[in-house]
């Protein structure tokens, strides 16, 4: 935990970032990449995330722009300074959508009918709002969204006719982190079926991050390369440091406290947690309030500070809004000292494997009362204290 910053502080490691961006590049050699930095960057904060896809540490990694969620998410990129393409992955629903799209020089995403009807007759109406580049996406098996396979290829054609428009071939895929079963290549069959049909100057777009890692058939001409680049991993039988991911999230806080409880002694909401024999624990100031999860068991792993480094221990009992309690029972503890709640140290996918869930929810889930900073600049006040 850094010297005045109180309750909690998400550490950002923007050099790691980019070492996972390295790794999506080294697996998809030759080809593009669209980084997906939904979420306020699955958590990390929009704009650390463009820092670094803007600096020269990532010189020479071939960009094809970033994808986003929402009109507010590429206004913030645009202001930021970002000026390579922005695809808007759920594209627009609305005309007024439509045309906020087009201000902020956008690639939608094209997944139903009514979109492709919405966005000819606008052309037609004003052939300058037309976008560079449409993202037409199919529904190859995961049936949430894109077209099914006749209106794809009628939307295909109808866009395409569109003079100054390049249309990207777009799927995703349902099951990628699922090694055995057999989705991928069925849904990869389909995509095949579709691209048979269409000329092959149009770019094609089918892996995110577990496509990206585990089925090189996959890769084509794009890839989107999501949780990985956060240092998680898309497989729950593969760790990221196996893949060569580092962690760029590093979830802190520290102790505010520590007492004794003789056996007996129930902690916290509910007493859900009684001591079997005399013991310590840690109260530490962060709580489903900051974004850590609230269904967090007892024996979630956590690591906390004592004179010889940090070490492993565990929750215990409920996490409350603003806190959660640890046993710190014989770690020579004191007051102040820090806690890794994940992140360095602690893998954010064993935490989420703990809660039943999936690393994507911690990180998206941290509060906004819960700083966001870049690793270097901890560094450099901790220097300075």
């Known amino acids: 935990m850094t010297p005045g910053r109180g309750r909690a502080v998400a550490e950002i490691d923007t050099s790691a970032f980019a070492s ?19 979420a306020n960057g699955y958590g990390h904060e ?5 820092s ?61 009918a009514y979109q492709a009807r919405l966005l000819l007759a606008a052309i037609a109406a004003d052939d300058s709002c037309k976008p560079k580049r449409v993202w037409l996406k199919a529904n190859t098996g995961m ?52 691209l048979a049909q269409v000329p092959t100057k149009n770019s094609r777009s089918l892996a995110a991050s577990g496509g990206l890692l585990a089925w090189p058939t996959t890769h084509y001409d794009i890839a989107r390369p999501g949780i990985m680049l956060y240092g998680s991993s898309p497989f729950a039988e593969r760790s990221a440091a196996s893949i060569g991911l580092k962690p760029v999230m590093t979830l802190r806080s520290r102790l505010i406290a520590i007492n004794a409880l003789s056996k007996g002694d129930a902690v916290g909401y509910g007493g859900t947690f009684v001591a079997s024999a005399a013991m310590q624990i840690g109260v530490v100031s962060i709580g489903y309030g900051d974004g ?15 004179p010889t480094g940090f070490v492993r221990t565990r929750l215990i009992g409920r996490v409350s809004m603003d806190m959660i309690t640890i046993d710190v029972t014989g770690l020579n503890c004191a ?51």
């Open 46 to 50: 929009l704009e650390f995330v463009a």
């Open 292 to 306: 850590y999860p609230r269904k967090a068991p007892t024996g979630t792993p956590v690591l906390v500070q004592t």
């Open 20 to 38: 996972n961006l390295a790794v999506a590049a080294s697996r998809h050699a030759g080809a593009r990449l669209l980084p997906v930095i939904k």
């Open 143 to 194: 049936h949430r969204l894109g077209l099914n396979e006749s209106d794809w290829l009628a939307a295909f054609r109808s866009i395409s006719a569109v003079p100054g428009i390049e249309v990207v071939v777009m799927s995703h895929l349902a099951g990628a982190d699922d090694l055995d079963s057999p989705a991928t290549r069925q849904q990869q069959a389909l995509f095949e079926g579709l």
């Open 335 to 385: 007051v102040n000292a820090g806690v890794v709640l994940w992140g360095e140290g602690l893998p954010a996918d064993e935490i989420a494997a703990a809660c039943g869930t999936i690393a994507y929810e911690l990180f998206c889930q941290v509060t906004p009362r819960v700083p966001r900073l870049v690793s270097a600049f901890l560094k450099q006040e901790a220097e300075r204290s």
């Open 52 to 112: 670094v896809l803007m600096s020269d540490e990532v010189r020479g990694i071939p960009l094809t722009g970033c994808a986003v969620a929402s009109l507010v998410e590429a206004e913030k990129l645009r202001a930021y300074g970002w000026q390579l393409p922005i695809v808007l992955l759920p594209g627009f629903v609305t005309e007024d959508e439509l045309y906020q799209a087009h201000e902020l020089r956008l690639d939608p995403v094209v997944h139903s």
